[in-house]
């Protein structure tokens, strides 16, 4: 059965779209069809069909859940980070010489800021953080004004 539309090339009606397809996934297609007279009291191909792809992404789903799982109880927890925000520390972390050209000074502060900034920490370490990279902030400045300075 062909439906033509603008007598256009001939496409193929839904009741047929819905055969192709419940035979691609290896379903038998005749069981369901349709007569104009009478509603089948079985399920329609659709709602088999439906099912079907249903049934599909979600064992499909729990595979991938499942993967997921194992990934992160096997990662090791993430290494503690200092959150000490004393001047000192912060520059004993950042091991500024006077040998840092401008450009490794940007580097180091770029590094640290992805490890420290407020934007990338949890809500109840954002506090901390922030002073962490006020501090590492004013460290590099002061490094870079030297370098400016000679």
């Given amino acids: 059965m062909r439906v033509f ?30 007569t104009p ?5 079985a399920p329609s191909l659709l709602d088999v069909l ?4 249903r049934e599909l992404r979600v064992s499909n789903l729990s595979v991938m859940l499942q993967a997921y799982l194992e990934q992160q109880s096997a990662r090791k927890p993430a290494p503690r980070r200092s ?5 000192q520390s912060i520059s004993n972390e950042l091991r500024i010489t006077d040998k840092m050209t401008s450009s490794e000074l940007a580097r180091l502060r770029r590094r640290f800021a992805m490890a420290n ?15 962490r990279m006020m501090v590492a902030n004013m460290l590099i400045d002061r490094a870079m004004k030297r370098r400016m300075c000679q």
């Fill in 5 to 34: 539309l603008n007598n256009a090339k001939p496409r193929p009606a839904f009741a047929q779209v819905l055969e192709d397809a419940a035979r691609a996934a290896g379903l038998d297609a005749g069981q369901w069809r349709e």
């Fill in 37 to 41: 007279r009478a509603r089948p009291v």
């Fill in 50 to 53: 439906t099912d079907a792809v």
């Fill in 83 to 87: 959150m000490a925000t004393d001047l």
């Fill in 117 to 131: 900034h407020p934007d990338r920490v949890l809500a109840e370490e954002r506090e901390i953080a922030t002073r």
